[in-house]
């Protein structure tokens, strides 16, 4: 079967560094996205990798692991506006199907 | 431009009854997907469109759910003889084809509540 493994909540205060991880076993590969959505709100896109590596966008990066079947989502300086879910999502056919994990709650404390 | 429409925002149904919900695409994406997420939980791929190929049904719980899309605009995901299992948010996405398009650009969603 297929599946994407993120933890399920992660706290921290403002100011910290979070690193929320993604394991992948899927029947396919080409890419892995991360979204954010707030309660209530739609997911929106942050990254996207396909090569193995880090890409950093602002306080925000994303790492790739493709031997390892893995990738990570760093926050860095963590604001309250940062408290919201994070999905991983695995582009698993060149048609365009993503699968995405089940989310991480990230609780960011004063 | 406008982004990803999706009506009506709220429908509470009688069980039994059909469904009908409908996704506004942006504006020359050529791919449009639906998922459904249930309360607190990831999102679940119910249905994929790629311009005129066949769409990729693979993720229809069952055969009281479909959908249909009229070339690259409107589409509409129909569940039939709800069932209170089907409550939750469905999200309509979509996204521009092409190299470097990954971006999937989605609508504020839809709450289906059955009683």
């Known amino acids: 079967g297929q599946s994407l493994e993120q933890p399920s909540e992660v706290t921290a205060v403002e100011g910290a560094i979070v690193q929320i991880n993604c394991t992948y076993q899927?029947?396919?590969?080409?890419?892995l996205s991360w979204y954010q959505q707030h309660d209530g709100g739609a997911p929106t896109f942050l990254s996207y990798?396909?090569?193995?590596g880090l890409e950093e966008t602002g306080r925000f990066s994303s790492f790739l692991s493709r031997s390892d079947s893995y990738g990570y989502l760093l926050l860095q300086e963590l604001q309250m506006k940062d408290s919201a879910s994070y999905f991983c999502?695995?582009?698993?056919?060149?048609?365009?199907?993503?699968?995405f994990g089940a989310g991480t709650q990230v609780v960011v404390t004063p | 431009g406008a982004g990803v429409s999706q009506s009506p925002s709220n429908k509470v149904t009688e069980k039994g009854k059909d469904v009908e919900l409908r996704c506004d695409p942006i504006?020359?994406?050529?791919?449009l997907y639906w998922y459904r997420q249930r309360l607190g939980q990831g999102l679940e791929f119910l249905i994929y469109?790629?311009?005129?190929?066949?769409?990729?049904k693979s993720g229809l719980p069952s055969d009281r759910f479909s959908a249909e899309r009229t070339g690259e605009s409107v589409s509409t995901l129909t569940i039939q003889r709800t069932q209170q299992e089907d409550s939750a948010v469905y999200l309509c996405?979509?996204?521009?084809?092409?190299?470097?398009?990954?971006?999937?650009?989605f609508g504020p969603g839809t709450r289906l509540t059955v009683t």
């Open positions: 996405a979509s996204r521009r084809t092409g190299t470097g398009a990954y971006e999937q650009y």
């Open positions: 990798n396909a090569l193995d």
């Open positions: 999502a695995v582009l698993t056919d060149s048609w365009g199907k993503f699968q």
């Open positions: 504006s020359g994406h050529t791919a």
């Open positions: 899927t029947s396919g590969f080409y890419g």
């Open positions: 469109f790629q311009g005129n190929s066949a769409p990729d």
